[in-house]
Structures are given as C-alpha cells and as structure tokens.
C-alpha cells in the first residue's frame, strides 16, 4: 500500500480507534528546487531568502528513502536531496551545514548534527532496492564519512542508526559496527533506579534519539544486554513526556526536574524521534505499548497534545513549526513538516504490524 494514496485505521490494544491521514509530501515539494529544500516558511511560502541546510536535506533523505512505494517524483525528489548532502561533505569526511539560495556553502565543515544526519541518511538511501544506482552511491559516500567520530552524541547517535542500516544490507561493514559500538560507550549505562537517569544533567531535543541508538546497536550487534538498556530508557523518557495518556514533550529550551511542566515552546522533532524509537521498540518487542507509543506520537500532531491543537495542517500536508501557550507557531518549515511525515509514516507502518499480529494470535 502506497503512503502517497492511502489512509490507514490504527487500532492500538490501548488506544481509541484513530484515522490516520495520507502521508503527502506535497508541501515538501513546495518548500524544494533543483538545489535542495528550503529551512524556512512563512505560512506555507518558503523564505527563499534564508536559504538550506543540510540538516533538512538530510532529513528530506531519509523520508523519501523510507516511503514504502514512492513515486517517480519522490525517486527524484530523493535524487536531489542526495546531490545536496554529497555536496555538503569533504574530501576528509566532515559536512557543510548552511547554504545559501546562492548556491554557496556559508559556514566551515564539521562534526556536528549535520554530520550525524547526513550519515543516518545516506546509511538509510544505502538500502533502498528501487533505486539500486542511489543506494551505492550512499553507500560510497557513508563509507567516506563513518570513520570520523563526533564528540556530540546527538550527532553521534544520529549517525550510528545510519550504520545499523547500513549493516542490513552490508553486516561485514566494519566502519559501521565501530561507528555503533563507539556510540553505545558515548551514550554509557542507563541506570534506571538513579535519581537522574539520562546521560546528559537536562533533557534536551530529540531525546528519544539516544535509546533507539541503544536498540538499534544492540540489535545490529547481537547485545541483548544493549537492547534491555535501550527499552528502559526509552520507558523512562516516555513516562517523564506524557501526561494523562497524551504526550507533553520537552520544550525547545530543555528540561529538567524542578522546573515547571508543561513547557514550552514544543518541538515537532521531539515527536518525531519519540515515534522513531517506539517503532523501533515495536518492531523488536512486539510489545503493544511501543505501537501505542507511535499512536500517541501521530495523535499530538491531529490535536491530542497539552493545548488540544494540531500540529498538521491537511489542506497543506505541512507541520507547524511548535506548540506554544495558546496555540501554534502557524509556519510549516521544513523541519517540522519533515518530522510530521516521518510520524506519519512510522504510524501507518506499526498499524499494519500490530493489525498483523492480533489477527494472527501473536
């Protein structure tokens, strides 16, 4: 079934009965150009003038790469996105961040997010099998950069679920294990009865990043132990950013305990990533309180969140761009469209999964 067509029923053991919309990628291609994808909007009108960045295009990868039957305008669409993160990269492995609509790289390559995005995206387009020619040329320049190691760990986790993919197509891949086994010392032990538990002294964005990495290396790896660690944390994050069954994720300036709840401004990309992980969760558990997970991630963006608004627009296939106090910040960049698609289509493909396995007794 096409996510481009298509609308889905999910039915989770412990949520309400809730429809799904059609994952499109219409405001996506309005906010993209022969050149890349646009950071910013206002409303729905790309802000040309602030140009691109590679951490969208990245982003941009990663979906068009995960949809299960793309269209031919999604293969080109990718093909684009591809040639700008190729673009973005050195000869030594790091990656340019910020481009201007000139066409001109505006800051010094390194080590930080963009580099860990970019490797998450070109390990995931390494696995496409529709289109065989990108996927070796991901793979080429994956291999280029995963011998580089970030001292960030979001950049660091972001690169190493780039690795775990890589290593579904390629398990002898060597610069991918390492890049996996360097990111689970980096993130360390999760200890669950310390009065703080995350690895980090607050909670920060896309959080739920940092146990994915620890179940998607243990998993690659054959670390159950990694795998354990990774659910508990995942567990613990999840119970600290819910309240009374919906979601109340941490806000753009972090979190920690003692200061007040809910916050905000609330980041589109923290769902996004809360998504990611309980499917992650889901796909290696089976345990139903992943897929409620994914369902309750799906169900902030439609309204179900501390304020009672949604966060997708329909008519435009566009995220907004935060959950504020009294409603929403109404323009749909790139980031926040990015992480509604990606829920979106997490949400679609755990509602087939858990449909599965209840019809078959599992």
């Known amino acids: 079934m096409s996510a481009d067509t298509a609308t889905d029923t999910a039915t989770a053991q412990h949520e309400p009965r809730m429809r799904l919309p059609i994952v499109s990628f219409e405001h996506l291609f309005r906010l993209s150009d022969g050149t890349g994808l646009f950071e910013h909007a206002e409303l729905t009108t790309p802000r040309v003038e602030h140009g691109y960045c590679l951490d969208d295009v990245a982003r941009g990868l990663l979906v ?28 030594d492995g790091l990656f340019h961040n910020r481009r201007g609509a000139d066409g001109v790289w505006a800051d010094d390559a390194g080590l930080e997010d963009c580099w860990g995005r970019a490797l998450w995206a070109l390990g995931t387009a390494a696995t496409q099998t529709q289109q065989p020619a990108l996927a070796e040329q991901a793979l080429t320049h994956f291999g280029i950069s995963s011998c580089r190691r970030s001292p960030s760990l979001r950049a660091t986790a972001f690169a190493a679920l780039g690795a775990a993919e890589v290593l ?57 132990a990694t795998v354990a660690a990774g659910l508990a944390m995942l567990d613990w994050l999840l119970d600290i950013e819910t309240a009374d069954s919906h979601l109340s994720v941490t806000p753009a300036h972090g ?24 499917a992650r969760a889901f796909t290696l558990t089976g345990d139903p309180k992943w897929s409620d997970g994914v369902l309750r991630s799906a169900a902030w963006f439609l309204g179900d969140n501390d304020v009672h608004t949604a966060l997708f627009d329909p008519a435009s296939g566009g ?29 679609h493909r755990i509602a087939v999964l858990d449909r599965r396995g209840r019809l078959s007794g599992t």
């Open 319 to 347: 995220g907004c761009d935060g959950l504020e106090r009294f409603g929403r910040n109404e323009n749909q960049g790139a980031e926040s469209t990015l992480a509604a698609i990606s829920t979106f289509q997490q949400a």
């Open 64 to 91: 068009a790469a995960r949809e299960p039957v793309p269209s031919e305008r999604l293969h080109r669409l990718a093909r684009t996105y591809l040639r700008f993160v190729i673009d973005g990269q050195t000869d």
């Open 168 to 224: 579904t197509v390629r398990p002898d891949h060597r610069r991918a294990q390492a890049l996996l086994s360097n990111a689970v010392k980096l993130i360390g032990q999760f200890q669950a009865e310390s009065p703080w538990s995350w690895p980090e002294p607050r909670l920060r964005y896309a959080n739920a990043v940092l146990p994915e990495t620890l179940l998607a290396a243990g998993a690659a790896l054959g670390d159950p």
């Open 255 to 278: 979190w920690k305990v003692g200061e007040p709840r809910p916050g905000f401004d609330q980041q589109p990309i923290e769902v996004a990533a809360i998504a990611d992980a309980c």
